[in-house]
């Protein structure tokens, strides 16, 4: 069909149509924009409730450190400062904090860095420390645990080589075998006379009681270096008689304060007996 064969439409059509086309687009305009008062003039739209207002939050860019808590303040000291001393300062500590108080009571000290002069100076410290608290009268011989805490061998040692050495340089002749003989009967009697002390019942250690019987020669060491340079038999009898009763009067406290009180005589005879035999070589030879 072409352009010249269309029909025009009607007046009451185009107008309807026109109509149909307001109330759409009228329509639209209500979803949009609600009702106009101009459409319904009899009409008066109602008032929307407001909305309450909202809490503004405020919004700060600035970050705010809080201050720091105080420092507590420490008390000033009432008096002055101690000065440090120069003489503990000057002198190095090597571990021997305290001298022995009783035998030998001192602390143990560490020896490992320490130079040798304080090694030798601290052991006869201690040597003479014991050989005072055992032979000489002193407070620490009224309580024989106090005065034999603190043993060593040092000192012993060096007592039964000296009386060796004096009785074998006394002898005529053949000198080695004396200090040989001397020296075997100083050894094994005092290991004998510490095992009967234990067999005993008492209550020692085996090298505290062998340093005990070795500290008790220094007064026949005393005696053994007279005879040594005195020919008198007389002189040389009254000087082992001497030392022999003193030796026994140094051993005998603490060996019977070792064993029960039924049994001190089986513990100190022993000990008497070979004191005396010691004072024999020392006035025969």
């Not at 008390?75 to 035998?103: H, I, N, Q």
């Not at 009967?185 to 005990?212: E, M």
Request: aromatic share 12%; net charge neutral; glycine share 6%.
């Amino acid at each position: 069909m072409s352009h010249s064969d269309t029909v025009p439409l009607n007046a009451s059509s185009q107008s309807d149509i026109d109509e149909i086309e307001n109330l759409l687009v009228m329509h639209q305009q209500h979803d949009q924009y609600g009702p106009s008062p101009m459409q319904y003039p009899g009409s008066v739209p109602a008032a929307r409730p407001s909305s309450p207002p909202r809490a503004s939050i405020p919004v700060s860019t600035s970050i705010s450190v809080p201050p720091a808590l105080p420092t507590p303040k420490t008390p000033a000291p009432a008096g002055p400062l101690p000065k440090p001393s120069m003489e503990s300062s000057s002198v190095p500590d090597y571990g021997a904090r305290k001298a022995p108080t009783g035998f030998g009571g001192g602390p143990s000290a560490n020896t490992l860095t320490e130079p040798v002069w304080f090694t030798i100076k601290r052991d006869l410290t201690r040597v003479g420390t014991n050989l005072r608290h055992v032979v000489f009268p002193n407070p620490y011989r009224e309580d024989p645990g106090q005065a034999l805490r603190d043993w060593d061998l040092w000192g012993p040692f060096f007592f039964i080589v000296f009386l060796g050495v004096a009785i074998s340089y006394s002898a005529s002749s053949d000198n080695s075998r004396v200090f040989a003989v001397v020296f075997a009967v100083l050894a094994a009697g005092a290991v004998i006379l510490t095992l009967n002390v234990l067999l005993l019942g008492g209550h020692i250690i085996f090298f505290q009681s062998l340093s005990l019987l070795g500290y008790c020669l220094f007064p026949l060491d005393i005696g053994a270096l007279i005879c040594m340079f005195k020919s008198h038999s007389i002189v040389n009898g009254i000087v082992v008689l001497i030392t022999l009763a003193w030796s026994s009067w140094a051993a005998y406290p603490f060996v019977s304060a070792a064993v029960s009180s039924n049994r001190k005589t089986l513990a100190v005879y022993p000990v008497f007996l070979l004191y005396v035999s010691i004072g024999f070589f020392i006035f025969a030879v």
